[in-house]
């Protein structure tokens, strides 16, 4: 972390062990939003707020199953992209010519994601045979305002029209 991440990080999380009051709970992200978007639009200081997602899951969603052939294609086309980018930057970086610099990057990328594709599924043996996704999902939202903004903030929301 930079020195500037860092004081801001500090900054966040004062203002979070500060005392905050809720302006309401709410089971989507877009209906939080909304309300500091309403404070927002009346001018209110929405640095003072906060929307904290609570009642964490961890979602898995399985995509399909591994097998050889499938993880062999990633790796190549994985690899591929890599060797391009190689290939590029040897175009730029060295004397030789375009196509011979983006074939040699294309040849060792394609062969190196090939070969760290079929080790990285080996080692597995046979432990993890799918592909997924995953995500963390909060399943409420909660609108937090410092406790000096408060009485404001309700004030603000009860004239917005939303």
């Not at 799918?130 to 929301?157: C, K, M, Q, W, Y």
């Amino acid at each position: 972390m930079t020195n500037g991440t860092s004081a801001s990080m500090r900054n966040t999380l004062a203002r979070a062990a500060g005392e905050q009051m809720s302006l309401g709970s709410y089971p989507t992200y877009v209906q939080a939003q909304s309300v500091v978007e309403a404070l927002a639009e009346q001018r209110f200081e929405v640095e003072q707020t906060q929307i904290i997602g609570s009642d964490l899951r961890m979602v898995e969603q399985v995509t399909g199953r591994l097998t050889w052939p499938r993880v062999l294609i990633s790796g190549v086309v994985g690899g591929a992209w890599f060797g391009i980018f190689v290939g590029l930057l040897l175009n730029i970086l060295t004397t030789a010519s375009f196509g011979r610099a983006m074939s040699f990057g294309l040849t060792w990328g394609v062969i190196f994601g090939g070969v760290f594709a079929a080790v990285g599924y080996g080692l597995t043996a046979g432990r993890r045979d799918f592909a997924s996704r995953s995500a963390i999902i909060p399943g409420r939202f909660e609108v937090l305002v410092t406790a000096d903004h408060a009485d404001h903030a309700r004030t603000v929301l009860a004239d917005s029209p939303r």
